[in-house]
């Protein structure tokens, strides 16, 4: 007589085994030095925010947010203008090397009513952080009863990788992956390929699962200030802004080039004078005039913030023709809305072409691009795994338990359930 015990009990092994199948994975940087560098966290908003609201979920600030956003700041109040749900922005955190790995934990959230790890994780940070590591950056509080208002670290995942990819300057964002992304999606949205991000994020093949976090290269700009600048190091993605000098300038990546283009900032705040030595050059002003030897350049550039003076530079160059305007990047009002037809939108994908795996974008800014919540996938920083990329930076990939859908799962078993039973 056969055991009716014996196929249930399979069944339910190998519907354990399925389960602990589904994984999310996270991009881990190893680290051994004190050094910090600027970052970008791929975040959709879970509900309407104001712009400070948003800001204060992790401590950044507002204005540096909106321009990393390519978001006009002089608009009227722009501080307090509401985000509608389901618009993706890129945040500005600092990285930092904590416990031998690269991430940010200067981000603090206070609980509020009915909080639960799992919606601070999933739905507050949009699956940037998850339950586990939240717990394990909090192993002195008690988290088996959340109380109004306790005080959680949130660490955040984030990358440098000497602030280059493939020798070139780039700053990194980490990306959330939705149930409809692809990595030809992703790489033609922010100007990379595939073989960059399979190499930069230590994958052997191109496979990505809802929940994954990819450390995403953008190509940006970076700038030559003087060691003892308080600004050293910065770096804008192409395409973008960033504000520096206690706010006084602005600072844009030039569009499809390199260069770093700087000018005072459209806030009011009290600033340091702004003027080129010896010349009635403003911070900002290009001049060119055309001689039958060439273009005459003069220029009266940024170069650093130290002991709250704005450090300024006047060259002169002769070049073979004068160059056309600069092609920055336009500034967009603060949106209103996320158009429906384009909030659940997946990744673009990139016209039919063999050359497009080769393709290294200039890393265009994406402000304000709609995209789908992510899904509530859960990402744990143990357990890594060493990878081996080819080229670029040489990250690991850390493990953990990620839920699968819960109708694709009872699909997938019935069919295998059946099979069981026929035994």
Sequence with gaps: MKNPEKPLLLFLILASSLASMATAKS?????????????????????DLKVTEVASLFQVDPVSMLLSNSID????????????????????????????????????????????????????YGGLVSPEQIQVANSETDLSVLDVG????????????????????????SYVVR?????????????????????????????????????????????????YATDYGLIIPNGSYALTAGHCVQCSCVLGSRSMYCEPAS?????????CRNSNFMLGNIT???????????????????SGTILTTLSMSLQPRCPGPQQLAPLIAPPDNVPKELMYLPSPSPSPSPEFDDIAGGGSSIAAVP???????????????????????????????????????????????SCFFVF
């Design 27 to 47: 991009t881990i940087e190893p680290c051994s030095s004190k050094d910090t560098c600027n970052s970008l966290l791929g975040y959709t908003l879970y509900t």
């Design 73 to 124: 700041i002089s608009y009227p109040d722009v501080e307090n203008h509401v985000l509608p749900a389901k618009l993706f922005l890129k945040i500005p955190i600092t990285c930092s090397c904590v416990d031998g790995i690269r991430k940010s934990l200067s981000t603090h959230y206070k609980t509020r009513t009915s909080d639960t790890l799992g919606s601070i994780a999933d739905s507050v």
């Design 150 to 173: 306790t005080k959680l670290v949130i660490p955040l995942p984030c990358a440098c990788f000497n602030g280059t990819d493939e020798s070139l300057p780039a700053l990194y964002l």
């Design 179 to 227: 149930g409809i992304d692809t990595m030809a999606g992703i790489a033609k949205r922010f100007s990379t390929s595939v073989t960059d991000l399979t190499n930069v994020n230590a994958m052997g093949a191109p496979d990505i699962n809802p929940g994954d976090i990819l450390a995403v290269p953008l190509l940006a700009c970076s700038s030559n200030f003087p060691k």
């Design 267 to 275: 806030i009011s705040v009290s600033c340091s004078s702004m003027r």
């Design 288 to 306: 060119s005039q055309q001689s039958s030897s060439g273009c005459k350049l003069t220029t009266c550039s940024y170069n650093g913030f130290a």
């Design 371 to 417: 995209a789908a919540s992510p899904g509530g996938a859960t990402v744990s920083s143990s357990n890594s795994i060493p990878g081996n990329p080819a080229n670029g930076p040489g990250g690991s990939i850390s493990i953990a338990s990620c839920p699968l859908s819960y109708y694709s799962f009872i699909a997938l078993l019935i069919p295998i359930g």
